[in-house]
């Protein structure tokens, strides 16, 4: 493990937002969903790619919270240009699950 300063950690900035929309990403090389997450009214509705279908469906995503780094730079993955990181967490099995915040934070606050 590598160990970084408080400060380095502080420069990651995760944020947390609804899901606003979810499709299927069948361009994508391996199975995921696109997303679009709204961050409220400083960042707004960011698009990133997951690779969660394991464990989610997109008509299940839509209204649910998660958990995102809202400032790597955008990245291409296939015809989608990804905003945002989705933040999960390996099962088992190696399948992610979401990392979402335990009650209602409003969307924008950042993780603290």
């Known amino acids: 493990m590598t160990e970084i ?3 380095e950690f502080m420069a990651v ?3 947390c937002g609804t899901v606003t929309d979810a499709q299927p990403f069948p361009e994508a090389r391996k199975p995921a969903i ?16 997951a690779q969660i279908t394991d464990h989610y469906s997109p008509e299940g995503l839509v209204g649910s919270k998660v958990m995102a780094v809202v400032n790597f730079p955008p990245r291409q993955i296939g015809p989608l ?3 945002v990181l989705v933040l999960g967490f ?7 699950l979401l990392a979402r915040p335990d ?6 606050a950042r993780m603290a």
Request: hydrophobic share 35%; proline share 8%; aromatic share 8%.
């Open 5 to 7: 300063s408080f400060d």
């Open 13 to 15: 900035d995760i944020r």
């Open 34 to 49: 696109k997303l679009w997450v709204d961050f409220g009214p400083e960042l707004g509705v960011k698009k990133s790619s």
């Open 81 to 83: 240009m990804s905003e």
């Open 90 to 96: 390996p099962d088992a099995d190696g399948a992610i």
């Open 103 to 108: 009650g209602d934070a409003p969307d924008g």
